[in-house]
């Protein structure tokens, strides 16, 4: 059973910064990209950060300059440094990964997708 934690949530001033992290534990034969998703109370979730396993990034128009996200593939953890906080950052965060259960998944290009339970992100003064 693959499982992702998450930590690093909580209530935040605008204009501070906060540090999320995600550890993935459980049998999983390769992890190819992971990610930081959020949604916000009457929205879609929606992409804030992915990284490859090559190290390539993106992330979201909305916070490009300010969050920063990092990975260690030995350990297959993924950080969050989110950086000049503001309201609109004010969501639950959920971390991602996209990878292969096994080899036979590898041997068939066959991606999963796995999930955190997420992690509350305020930001109010």
């Known amino acids: 059973q693959v499982a992702l934690v998450e930590s690093g949530g909580g209530l935040v001033h605008p204009g501070g910064s906060l540090r999320l992290s995600c550890a993935v534990s459980?049998?999983?034969?390769?992890?190819?990209?992971m990610g930081w998703y959020r949604q916000a109370p009457g929205k879609q979730r929606e992409l804030v950060a992915g990284i490859t396993s090559g190290g390539s990034t993106k992330y979201a128009d909305s916070v490009k300059g300010r969050f920063t996200i990092s990975r260690d593939s030995v350990v297959n953890t993924v950080a969050l440094q989110m950086n000049s906080l503001t309201p609109e950052d004010t969501a639950v965060y959920y971390c991602n990964a996209v990878g292969f259960r096994s080899l036979y998944d590898s041997r068939r290009r066959y991606e999963s997708d796995f999930w955190g339970q997420g992690t509350q992100v305020t930001v109010s003064s």
């Open positions: 459980g049998s999983i034969y390769r992890i190819n990209s």
